[in-house]
């Protein structure tokens, strides 16, 4: 491991005793590295509560996830350490290591007991989604129905596909990231564009006002 | 037009939005920001924008806010 390098941000007292700490070649490093992978492990294992009931991941798992995301992290911040620029605490930047490692291996584990299988295309449950009756209202009927249409007509078989997986069933985007071996970030582009086609495509048939709710 | 607010919000795309990767690059100094209770969506639109729209990084600005702040 790199030893930090000075950050060229003022620090506060905390994440200067911290880097401190860290760079040193005495017992004091070891210690420092402890009580670090102590809270990264607290907060991991908070965070995979938090996130229970969003997940079919549960019991041991879940303890087994906050536990890997606590010793990846660790490894990803000792070895990231001389990155640190100062721009926020020590501790915001280390904790973001182990909250986007448990976003990312919640995503991987949900496909060893999924509740939807890939490809499922559930579209009876589109309505549920967004609130609407379909079956009292036929404009909502109309409009989803052209919803359907235009991911059938228009966009791309990639973007139906992770339109379908992530709107349609339901699938985690770290999930169909993981399963695809995808980014984030990809995903969410495909999902973006897909939703601006299909939003161009309502309006222009009536069905939402051009301005839309936050406008109004 | 308001049985189809959540289909109409859902749908809408934010110029401003950044994407993930540019939004998780500065989660800690946004979340920070926040935390001290300064008006980190001001100085950030871009990440405002994101996380309203993302959900799996919405959850990760909550998760971290959480951790900082002794939640």
Known sequence: MEPARV????????????????????????????ELHARLV??????????????????????????????????????????FRGESRFITWAYRFVILEVSAKLGRHYWRNPPVALDARQWERLPDRFGLDPVRHAESAAMLAEVRRVVKDELTEHQRRVFVAIVVDGIPLDALAAKLGLRRNAIYKVIFDARRKIRQALVANGYLDEAGVEQR | MSDFEALDRFLQTDPRDVGCDRAM???????????????????????????????????????????????
């Not at chain 1, 950050?7 to 402890?34: C, F, M, N």
């Not at chain 2, 926040?34 to 909550?62: T, W």
Request: contains cysteine; glycine residues 8%.
């Open chain 1, 7 to 34: 950050p060229v941000a003022e620090l506060d007292r905390e994440s200067a005793v911290w880097l401190s700490r860290l760079a040193t070649r005495s017992g004091e490093r070891q210690a420092a590295e402890r």
């Open chain 2, 25 to 71: 690059a500065v989660l800690h100094i946004y979340v920070d920001l926040a935390a001290a209770g300064e008006e980190a969506a001001s100085r950030y639109p871009g990440v405002a924008a994101h996380l309203r729209a993302c959900g799996p990084c919405g959850e990760d600005f909550a998760g971290l806010l959480l951790a900082v702040t002794g939640g």
């Open chain 1, 42 to 83: 607290r907060i991991a294992s908070a965070e995979v509560r938090r996130r229970s009931a969003s997940t079919p991941v549960t019991g041991q798992e879940l303890d087994d996830v906050a536990h890997q995301a606590a010793a990846d992290a660790m490894i990803a911040i000792l070895a990231k350490l001389g990155d």
